[in-house]
T-cell receptor, first 115, second 114 residues
Framework: DTEVTQTPKHLVMGMTNKKSLKCEQH?????MYWYKQKAKKPPELMFV???????INESVPSRFSPECPNSSLLNLHLHALQPEDSALYLC??????????????FGPGTRLTVT | GESVGLHLPTLSVQEGDNSIINCAYS??????FIWYKQESGKGPQFIID?????DKRQGQRVTVLLNKTVKHLSLQIAATQPGDSAVYFC?????????????FGTGTRLTIIP
């Protein structure tokens, strides 16, 4: 199984709503990532989790709150978002073994629209 | 056909021809590079990678070349097919051991003309 799954595929939310994005992988990867991709732009890293601990936060606003409840799951909790937060949110995972680097596998993304 | 990535975001190539997509990366300390393909409505799909101790790597119909002197990366796709139409991103990696930070280039849209 070399698949990263994300739910929901599409999400429309108001600026006062609270919602969550979910990501799951069963490849035994111990690093998981959240990226944000605006239309016609490259993905931009938001957060990195390594062994279920937050290792990188790219100065993301606190209205985005990541969570890694176990080695297979990654959540992104959303609260009080702004219309400019509308984007494709991508999850990725990769192996972590010593000092080696491995490719990241991406999910299909959640298309988020904030109204 | 050939593109310079950051300066020419679109490339059209006749089916069956070879294509070259170029990318300039920014950090001389980057030690790992990946090419991703992204089709409309999908997440990036891994194509090929190369580590900084190599200058060339070949896959099936694809070759990546790395020139560290000028911080340049290229992706060659041989005998292009309609299914190759997509946006192609290069990405450079800093960090390791769970602290990998991928920085993506601006991308090049490749269109295969039947």
């Amino acid at each position: 199984d070399t698949e990263v799954t994300q739910t929901p595929k599409h999400l429309v939310m108001g600026m006062t709503n609270k919602k969550s994005l979910k990501c799951e992988q069963h490849m035994g990867h111990r690093a998981m990532y959240w990226y944000k991709q605006k239309a016609k732009k490259p993905p931009e890293l938001m957060f990195v989790y390594s062994y279920e601990k937050l290792s990188i936060n790219e100065s993301v606003p606190s209205r985005f709150s990541p969570e890694c409840p176990n080695s297979s799951l990654l959540n992104l909790h959303l609260h009080a978002l702004q219309p400019e937060d509308s984007a494709l949110y991508l999850c990725a995972s990769s192996q972590v073994t010593g000092g080696a680097i491995y490719e990241q596998y991406f999910g299909p993304g959640t298309r988020l629209t904030v109204t | 056909g050939e593109s310079v990535g950051l300066h020419l975001p679109t490339l059209s190539v006749q089916e069956g021809d070879n294509s070259i997509i170029n990318c300039a990366y920014s950090n001389s300390a980057s030690d790992y590079f990946i090419w991703y393909k992204q089709e409309s409505g999908k997440g990036p799909q891994f194509i090929i990678d190369i580590r900084s101790n190599m200058d060339k790597r070949q896959g099936q119909r694809v070759t990546v070349l790395l020139n560290k002197t000028v911080k340049h990366l290229s992706l060659q796709i041989a005998a292009t097919q309609p299914g190759d139409s997509a946006v192609y991103f290069c990405a450079e990696n800093m960090g390791r051991g769970g602290n990998e930070k991928l920085t993506f280039g601006t991308g090049t849209r490749l269109t295969i003309i039947p």
